[in-house]
């Protein structure tokens, strides 16, 4: 089974990259790829609780992404320091994560067999 | 009509110089609007001028409850009513 | 009423308008792919409808049957199960009876 990691950088809804990159996961994941994603940088952002897009039409990204353990993607993975930088923690995110750091990134790309940083 | 400039910053302050830049030129008595991706820099209060956060971008990012308390949070009809008030609007991206 | 039951749908047959769906809406649907709908078409039919409520979009396959299973315990979050009763694909014909977009990311 081929495996992929998914690398999320940006903020959601300011620009359409957060969307596309949950479609590459969702639709891999239905080609039975193993999927895992890891949010950095301003990507923590689209983990954030509490987004309402009921008045702006977009779909709502907080939404699509609680359900990734229905499509199996894990582990889901949040920079920490990221986070910190931000003024969050964990109890800011709308799922169960899995902690890692900047100095973490490399050792985990070699265990997929691609990456995707998006 | 005011005559400090009124600073719209529309990017992520970590993705974009757009804050930093932005910061580094204006004067203290400068009044500046988050809205769009620029509004996550309302978590924190980035500097001593008055801010304001554009109530959507706020709420679509589930941000309205998180926000510093110094920072005054508007509609777009505030937001209007602020860039007629002042001579210069500055965006920037 | 024809104009009640026949609202607009797309190329392959999908509202064009969530709000159109009503319980009359969907047994049309159901009856242009030859479905006639029974208490466990209607359960599956809120189930999918509960997921794109939920998670703002429509499943695809697997994450239903997981969906299902959660929601409904495991006799009827199986695929053999959903096969039986929406021949074919379940997750695309579900959506479209349900009255949601066709999911994206389905097979």
């Given at each position: 089974m081929a495996s992929l990691l998914m690398i999320c950088r940006k903020a959601p809804y300011g620009s359409s990259y957060a969307r596309e990159a949950i479609d590459i996961a969702l639709a891999a994941s239905a080609f039975e790829v193993k999927v895992a994603m890891l949010f950095t940088d301003d990507g923590v952002l689209q983990l954030l609780k509490g987004q309402n897009t009921a008045n702006t039409g977009s779909k709502n990204v907080e939404a699509v992404l609680s359900s990734?353990?229905?499509?199996?993607v894990a582990p889901i993975l949040v920079n920490e320091d990221a986070l910190a930088q931000r003024n969050l923690s964990v109890s800011d995110l709308n799922m169960a994560v899995e902690l890692c750091r900047a100095k973490d990134v490399s050792a985990l790309c070699a265990q997929y067999d691609r990456v995707l940083t998006i | 009509m005011d005559n400090a400039t009124l600073h719209l910053v529309q990017q992520s302050a970590s993705a974009s110089s757009a804050l930093r830049d932005c910061l580094a030129s204006c004067q203290p008595a400068d009044p500046i609007v988050l809205m769009h991706d620029a509004v996550y820099a309302a978590l924190y209060k980035p500097a001593d001028n008055e801010f304001y956060a554009l109530r959507p971008?706020?709420?679509?990012?589930?941000?309205?409850?998180?926000?510093?308390?110094?920072?005054?949070?508007?509609d777009y009809p505030d937001l209007v009513a602020l860039s007629d008030r002042y001579r210069h609007n500055l965006s920037w991206f | 009423m024809a104009s009640s039951t026949s609202p607009a749908t797309d190329d392959e047959g999908y509202l064009l308008h969530l709000g159109d769906w009503n319980e009359g809406v969907a047994r049309h649907l159901a009856a242009t792919e030859d479905i006639e709908l029974t208490p466990d078409h209607w359960e599956l039919i809120k189930l999918i409808q509960d997921f794109y409520q939920e998670f703002d979009h429509s499943p695809a396959m697997r994450p239903l049957i997981k969906y299902a299973k959660q929601k409904l315990g495991s006799d009827k979050g199986s695929s053999l199960y959903f096969l039986k009763l929406f021949p074919g694909s379940p997750a695309k014909l579900l959506s479209k009876i349900a009255g949601l977009p066709r999911p994206e990311n389905c097979l």
């Amino acid at each position: 089974m081929a495996s992929l990691l998914m690398i999320c950088r940006k903020a959601p809804y300011g620009s359409s990259y957060a969307r596309e990159a949950i479609d590459i996961a969702l639709a891999a994941s239905a080609f039975e790829v193993k999927v895992a994603m890891l949010f950095t940088d301003d990507g923590v952002l689209q983990l954030l609780k509490g987004q309402n897009t009921a008045n702006t039409g977009s779909k709502n990204v907080e939404a699509v992404l609680s359900s990734l353990p229905l499509y199996e993607v894990a582990p889901i993975l949040v920079n920490e320091d990221a986070l910190a930088q931000r003024n969050l923690s964990v109890s800011d995110l709308n799922m169960a994560v899995e902690l890692c750091r900047a100095k973490d990134v490399s050792a985990l790309c070699a265990q997929y067999d691609r990456v995707l940083t998006i | 009509m005011d005559n400090a400039t009124l600073h719209l910053v529309q990017q992520s302050a970590s993705a974009s110089s757009a804050l930093r830049d932005c910061l580094a030129s204006c004067q203290p008595a400068d009044p500046i609007v988050l809205m769009h991706d620029a509004v996550y820099a309302a978590l924190y209060k980035p500097a001593d001028n008055e801010f304001y956060a554009l109530r959507p971008d706020l709420e679509e990012r589930g941000l309205l409850d998180r926000i510093d308390k110094a920072i005054h949070v508007i509609d777009y009809p505030d937001l209007v009513a602020l860039s007629d008030r002042y001579r210069h609007n500055l965006s920037w991206f | 009423m024809a104009s009640s039951t026949s609202p607009a749908t797309d190329d392959e047959g999908y509202l064009l308008h969530l709000g159109d769906w009503n319980e009359g809406v969907a047994r049309h649907l159901a009856a242009t792919e030859d479905i006639e709908l029974t208490p466990d078409h209607w359960e599956l039919i809120k189930l999918i409808q509960d997921f794109y409520q939920e998670f703002d979009h429509s499943p695809a396959m697997r994450p239903l049957i997981k969906y299902a299973k959660q929601k409904l315990g495991s006799d009827k979050g199986s695929s053999l199960y959903f096969l039986k009763l929406f021949p074919g694909s379940p997750a695309k014909l579900l959506s479209k009876i349900a009255g949601l977009p066709r999911p994206e990311n389905c097979l």
